[in-house]
């Protein structure tokens, strides 16, 4: 199904209070000296991509739930994405998990997702599963597996996936292994960790000039003992021996409990290595829930550093965003779009906090006022704002609203029907 702008015209009946709430923040925040035209523009900017295993209902270790109407090819998933992308303006790419989503016909989906206005952002290499016909098991690691063949089989893997992402026009691939073990002395960490750092290094050979190399850490799971790339600090020291197109990518699930994820983003940036951001929420672990369902002043404050080092670290290339959430109870286009609104959300609040006023009271040492500062900024309701920005480019005021109204998801079973699979986790 692929959505007509028309369509949209849901907007009708909210547009005069909209006007209403968005005259009275513009005003009260120009009182502030605040650039209200710069943020819009900022939150229309700001694109995230999809990954491409999101628009099913995930599962989890002990079963998997269908959704009715799942895409079941990636022509499907890409229009699925166009719906997103044209109630709120702001999914404007997408990230493929290969082979869960090998294009069969590349032109084909390059004119699809070009005609929904979707780029394709960073590829995903898979080695954590085996693959039919493979004559390798990754059972025991990929990268750094102690088998010459294995790694072979693992650094060919992620070179093919480059070779799929240029033809698409991706610039960037994100590594993540579940290399690891469950058992103390199954693995030898330093035999693990240069067999890592050499398949990187080669797969780096193979990088075009103009593309990324991400490698993406977490500390446990599936291995419950050790993780190979187990932190930002292991990430970063690969990153940085691989090359200057090596970067360190932060999944937001990928930390151990009350982990400091703002003051790592804020080092990585410092240092030009952040390089792409999984965007989820978690109570536990790598929960993969809807962005700031669970923790979103934690979101605010990591937003906070990064706003900070956009705009104060022309070192740091700009980042790759995108969401890294599924799971299997809500409608998973409902989801993400819940997701993006909480991340315009967030990213509004942290573009209101007064950096000169901060720098000052951080100067003075004035503890409180540097308190203040950030919570007033979190405190202002910015929805008006970001539905502006979405307003501006014919989006949907209020996105989930119109997905109901326009009754997608009963289109999307009429086409599609009941008991459909995607592929993916
Ligand atoms: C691993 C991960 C990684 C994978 C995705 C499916 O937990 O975050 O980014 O590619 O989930
Ligand atoms: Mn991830
Ligand atoms: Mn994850």
Redesign the pocket.
Known sequence: MILNPDQLNTNKDDISIHKDQFDNLASSLSRQNIQVDQIVNKLANFQIAIPSWALGAGGTRFGRFSYHGEPSSLEQKLEDIGVIHSLTKSAGAVSLHIPWDIPKDYNAIKELANSLDIKFDAVNSNTFQDQPNAKESYKFGSLSNTSQAVRDQAIAHNKEVINIGEKLGSKSITV?LADGSSFPGQSNFQTALSHTQNSLKDIYKSLPNDWKLFIEY?PYEPYFYSTVIQDWGTSFMLANECGEKAFTLV?L??HLPNTNIEQIVSTLMLKGKLGGF?F?DSKYG?D?ITVGSIKPYALFLIFNELVYGMENNPQNPELSWMI?ASHNLKDPLEDLIQSLETIQITYAKALLVDQTKLKQAQENHDVSLCQEILQNAYLTDVRPLVKQARLQQQGALDPLKAYRLLSIREQLIKERGKNTVATGL
């Open positions: 993540w977490k999944d699930g990928h999984h989820n790598d993969d890294d």
